[in-house]
């Protein structure tokens, strides 16, 4: 295939995966960001440059666009960080209004810290932002747990100092799991709760395994990335506030 159609393929493609579905309501490791830039690149052909260049601009203007404010930078952070609650808090906030009639409605959510890429600025926040902070193509899936994974859940988040939640608060003394408040209600091992999760944790993803022991385990049908962008939509004055309560608690 001509060189120059596989690059106009290439943007073409990048420019519909960028635009974020509309609200669902009106239809491991720290990784470092590089970015790739004309200092980064030893050579450019200018032919292709200028194929490009229409592109480019487009893409640029979208992904440059101010979609909130916020009045600090939120950073992730174990055990517990300001963006860790925000991100949690946002897509836990869509998924229960879109299930708040059924037997699914999640009880809490979990995500992976890995998967948060980077910190949100002070400040405007655009597209990009968003995109920085997850970049992977992760879908919003709930799984439903019994009292045993669920205790193996907890017993997770004891082994990796902790990870992105909503909605729980999870209690530990001397190394080992004390008790947990749910939805401000005490953890019972004889019940089945609903996760909130991505379906990279879902399928064992960070050495989540408990999650492949759900009974069930329900395709919410969006993207983590776009429940964040519909969370965002709703915000009248277009601020992001983080509750920076703790979550996790060691003693």
């Not at 980077?118 to 932002?129: A, H, R």
């Not at 401000?184 to 492949?212: C, E, I, P, R």
């Not at 983590?224 to 939509?233: E, S």
Request: glycine share 6%; proline share 4%.
């Amino acid at each position: 295939m001509n060189f120059k159609l596989i690059i106009i393929l290439l943007f073409s493609s990048l420019l519909f995966a960028c635009q974020e579905e509309k609200p669902w309501t009106e239809n491991h490791s720290e990784g470092k960001y590089i970015p790739v830039d004309s200092i980064s690149i030893a050579y450019q052909d200018s032919s292709t440059l200028a194929m490009i260049a229409p592109y480019k601009k487009k893409l640029d203007l979208d992904m440059d666009s101010v979609v909130a404010f916020s009045n600090k930078e939120y950073f992730k952070k174990k055990p517990n960080g300001s963006l860790n609650n925000l991100i949690c808090d946002m897509v836990f906030d869509v998924i229960v209004k879109r299930y708040k009639k059924s037997e699914f409605k999640p009880d809490f959510c979990l995500l992976n810290y890995g998967g948060l890429r980077q910190p949100l600025p002070k400040g405007e926040i655009t597209k990009s932002n968003i995109f920085q902070l997850m970049p992977f193509q992760n879908e919003s899936v709930i799984c439903r747990l019994s009292g045993k994974e669920m205790n193996k859940l907890f017993e997770y988040l004891l082994k990796s100092g902790g990870q992105p939640i909503a909605n729980i608060k999870v209690y530990y003394k001397d190394d080992k799991f004390k008790n947990a408040e749910i939805g401000g209600k005490s953890f019972d091992s004889t019940h089945s709760y609903n996760v909130l999760t991505s379906d990279y944790s879902a399928k064992g993803g960070d050495h989540m395994d408990f999650f492949l022991q759900a009974d069930t385990m329900i395709l919410c049908g969006s993207l983590l990335r776009n429940d964040i962008f519909t969370y965002i939509h709703g915000i009248k004055d277009g601020k992001l506030i983080a509750n920076e309560e703790k979550r996790i608690f060691f003693e």
